[in-house]
DNA sequence: AACGGTGTTCGGCAATACAGAACGGACATT
DNA sequence: AATGTCCGTTCTGTATTGCCGAACACCGTT
């Protein structure tokens, strides 16, 4: 999956795809055989490996089958990893407090070379679960957040990004025209936060606003997502005006506490 | 660390303490000198399984130094394991609930073994964070969803499980003796809930109760933690009829939506 | 009862992951 | 400014070890 330019462990790389192919399978687990084939090693060399990611709770078993699930590793580790790192800890806080305030999910997502990706969130009380996965790029140009990250990138930087991502389309009013985007950025940088007006998924509104470490550098940003029925251009305004508040505390907190910048 | 009878992938073992290493390491990260002294490894094989790893997500690389810090992969297989956990999915909706009744933090762990392994927490509003780690063994006698399992067991499991646990003191409320702990599991059975009055954690009181799947095993409870003083009789008294209506709620949705067994 | 489908075990070869030394750069010290 | 020490990185050889394929054992079905 992912390639880079250097030395790396081949039977560790296996290892990895087979955790992200049970992760991603089928809800009630894969069996050896079925795992092998998807991957196409020999049976005993996968069956090692298997063994060592559910000696380690990666994975874990479940007869009969015996087929493999996700192991509660998983859940330790991103937990784990959620509960240090610097910029969750200071933001969450915020956006629960946020959530309250508006009844609407909030999210952060890291600014990660102009792409976002969402690292935490919290869920409005409403009955709409949306599937927001986190700890992924996403795409920059279909919600608020990854716009309002673009919109502090220098014209180079977007241009780069959205050759490399393309401009996908995802309904029918997402921006699939550079042209269209630079001026769409241009409008986000005039107000201060960007909107997702049912560009990612029908009937989704959000809004989104960046905050800085203390270099000035854009290191991602915060936004609120909820149904489109429920936006008038009032709330929108005043929804805008609040993320911007918000994203504004988060920076104020990381200058506060010396946040580290991130890397490249 | 885990210990398995059969074949297993030395280096993929490995690559997964230095996750572990990395993830529980320093707030600012771990250098490759750092790293490969704390293993035992050469560092050119190190660097090669860190690469690995940096490539799949699992660490990521801040500058300078450069140091090895937790990477998003990590919060995003969490947050996936979690999605696709069916306890979790049942239960979410009912601990928010109970949460926001009680303004108390409410968890849910599995019964792992005898064993209570939280897999889900809703915090409560208050100021006070605790820092309770996911997806791992907790010990089963100082905690009331770790009691509550245990009163659901066997003699000859129970003391199977205090034996290999060991009735370790954690304050001075702590059952150490197996006369007192079997009494108090029979009270337990009696009233239906568990307590934990400053047993693991001085100032921190906890109910607990357990849910069972569709052939009446016990997979598991849910547990409410607040502070000691808050706590009443009466409170206790009307906590516990909650957390069980809470808990009889879980298996209710279990029964309705035929969760799988647990492995074992 | 025999077959297709499992998961598991066992040798043997070759790939490959490891160790160690040498290089090059950054920083601090003198 | 020069030197020394630490770091990360690269390289090459060696032997470890992880892989394959076949054979075995086990259910369920036909």
Redesign the pocket.
């Known amino acids: 999956m992912a390639q880079s330019s250097?030395p790396?462990?081949?039977?560790v790389a296996?290892a990895l795809d087979l955790v992200e192919l049970i992760v991603g399978g089928p809800e009630n687990g894969m069996?050896?055989?079925?795992i092998a084939k998807a991957v196409g090693?020999?049976?005993?060399?996968?069956?090692?490996?298997l063994r060592t990611l559910v000696d380690f709770g990666y994975l874990r078993i479940v007869d009969p089958?015996?087929k493999y699930l996700p192991g509660m590793m998983l859940i330790r580790l991103g937990d784990l990893a959620s509960a240090r790192d610097p910029l969750i800890t200071i933001a969450r806080p915020l956006l629960e407090e946020l959530s309250a305030k508006s009844g609407l999910t909030i999210r952060v997502a890291r600014n990660d070379g102009g792409y976002p990706v969402f690292i935490y969130r919290v869920d409005g009380p409403g009955f709409v679960r949306f599937h927001t996965p986190l700890g992924i790029r996403e795409l920059p140009h279909v919600s608020s957040a990854g716009k309002a990250i673009l919109a502090e990138l220098t014209d180079e930087e977007i241009e780069s990004v959205v050759k490399e991502s393309g401009l996908i389309s995802r309904t029918k009013n997402s921006i699939t025209k550079v042209a269209e985007l630079k001026k769409e950025l241009e409008h986000i940088r005039k107000v201060g936060f960007a909107t997702d007006d049912e560009e990612d998924a029908q009937g989704i509104f959000c809004v989104g606003a960046t905050f800085f470490d203390h270099f000035g550098k854009c290191i991602g940003a915060i936004s609120a997502t909820g149904v489109k029925t429920d936006m008038t251009d009032a709330q929108v305004s005043s929804l805008g005006k609040l993320i911007i508040k918000y994203a504004d505390r988060v920076t104020d907190e990381i200058h506060g506490r010396k946040i580290s910048r991130r890397a490249r």
């Open positions: 250097a790396s462990v081949g039977s296996r069996t050896l055989s079925e090693g020999s049976k005993s060399a996968v069956l090692a490996t089958g015996p």
